[in-house]
């Protein structure tokens, strides 16, 4: 109980909580269990002020977020809709409130491409943009918009399953792919002294994110903005020799969304000839699939691990170690 770092509350109808199950019907809430006691106080302070809240044009959901290293948290309130003039005076109950609010963002316009909650348009309306958390050590920054684990206990664990396997590999690994690397994080965690991580991430500004922690953390990275299935194919191109010879020298982590891999992602992969690649999965079926696609590709998996991030659910992650079997 208690430990989830980050909430999706829905608003609609004036109501603001969860959806029922297998409906869009909002099911109020004053808590959540699963979540840590700092957003259940602000989760309370909202719907105190649902008044408030019916004035802010176009809200459809509210993201709440917290750090593991001082309790403060981000809230952005996520809207459809044009720009609404006064939205910092109708947000500024939530600031003023006596609560661990680093920042409050606010989300408006169309809907973006590559996430259902968000709009493509971002204004900070009071306080920090980003909190600071930390894992395995090391220190990121972590913003509205930016993806993280919601368990960050539990993250730990299962990057040092991953960092576990990696040491016991049987070659020199000088390159750590990261493939949808966000922010930066299992890169990061994983790469030792002498080591680079090359990653790759959608968000533009998760990009800019993870370049910012890997020097923050005096790693050696090399970032590149776009979807992966039309990034790593430029990157490992037939004609492109250096970074081939980088592959052989490397690791592909891949921890791509519920959805899996692109199957042109794994083309990619197979073809540059990485002898190894640790796959960290959220959805049991879509890791099925791409680990059938990778065996017809010559890759056999050699160790599968569960790790349950998310207790009092049936959701559980899985890192999996895959090796080139004509290797």
Same mark, same amino acid.
């Given at each position: 109980w208690g430990y989830r770092n980050r909430v999706y509350l829905h608003y609609q109808g004036g109501e603001l909580g969860f959806f029922a199950a *297998?409906?869009?019907? &909002?099911?109020?809430?004053?808590? @959540?269990?699963?979540?840590?006691?700092? !957003?259940?106080?602000i989760i309370a302070?909202?719907?105190?002020?649902?008044?408030?809240? /019916?004035?802010?044009q176009g809200l459809r959901h509210i993201l709440i977020k917290e750090s593991n290293v001082d309790g403060s948290c981000l809230v952005a309130f996520l809207c459809q809709g044009e720009r609404q003039n006064d939205i910092k005076e109708q947000t500024a109950f939530l600031w003023r409130a006596s609560l661990p609010i680093a920042g409050v963002w606010y989300n408006y316009g169309k809907k973006?491409?590559?996430? /259902?909650? =968000?709009? #493509?348009?971002?204004?900070?309306? %009071?306080? +920090?943009?980003?909190?600071?958390?930390?894992?395995?050590?090391?220190? =990121?920054r972590w913003g509205a918009k930016d993806f993280l684990q919601v368990n960050f206990s539990q993250t730990e664990k299962l990057y040092g399953v991953a960092g576990k396997l990696l040491a016991r590999l049987p070659?020199?690994?000088?390159?750590?792919?990261?493939?949808y690397c966000g922010v930066g994080t299992i890169g990061i965690c994983?790469?030792? $002294?002498?080591? #680079?991580?090359?990653?790759? #991430?959608?968000? +533009?500004?998760a990009v800019a994110n993870a370049q910012e922690n890997a020097a923050v953390n005096a790693v050696k990275g090399h970032y590149y903005a776009g979807l992966c299935e039309d990034v790593l194919p430029k990157l490992l191109a037939r004609g492109n020799s250096a970074q081939w010879e980088m592959a052989a020298k490397s690791v592909a982590v891949l921890d791509p969304p519920r959805s899996g891999c692109e199957e042109r992602v794994l083309d990619t992969i197979a073809a540059a000839g990485f002898p190894y690649i640790i796959y960290i999965s959220c959805h049991g079926a879509s890791l099925a699939r791409d680990m059938k696609y990778l065996s017809l590709k010559g890759y056999g998996a #050699? &160790? !599968?691990? $569960?790790?349950?991030? =998310?207790?009092?659910?049936? %959701?559980? *992650? @899985?890192?999996?170690?895959?090796?080139? *079997?004509?290797?």
């Open positions: *297998e409906s869009k019907e &909002i099911v109020p809430i004053s808590q @959540c269990l699963l979540t840590t006691s700092s !957003i259940n106080r302070c909202l719907q105190q002020q649902k008044s408030a809240l /019916g004035g802010i973006s491409p590559w996430d /259902g909650y =968000f709009s #493509e348009e971002w204004q900070l309306l %009071h306080g +920090a943009e980003k909190l600071t958390v930390s894992l395995m050590g090391r220190t =990121f070659i020199d690994v000088k390159y750590i792919w990261d493939i994983l790469a030792s $002294p002498g080591q #680079e991580v090359v990653g790759v #991430e959608v968000v +533009a500004e #050699e &160790i !599968i691990q $569960p790790v349950d991030l =998310f207790p009092q659910t049936g %959701h559980v *992650e @899985c890192v999996v170690l895959l090796s080139k *079997e004509e290797r």
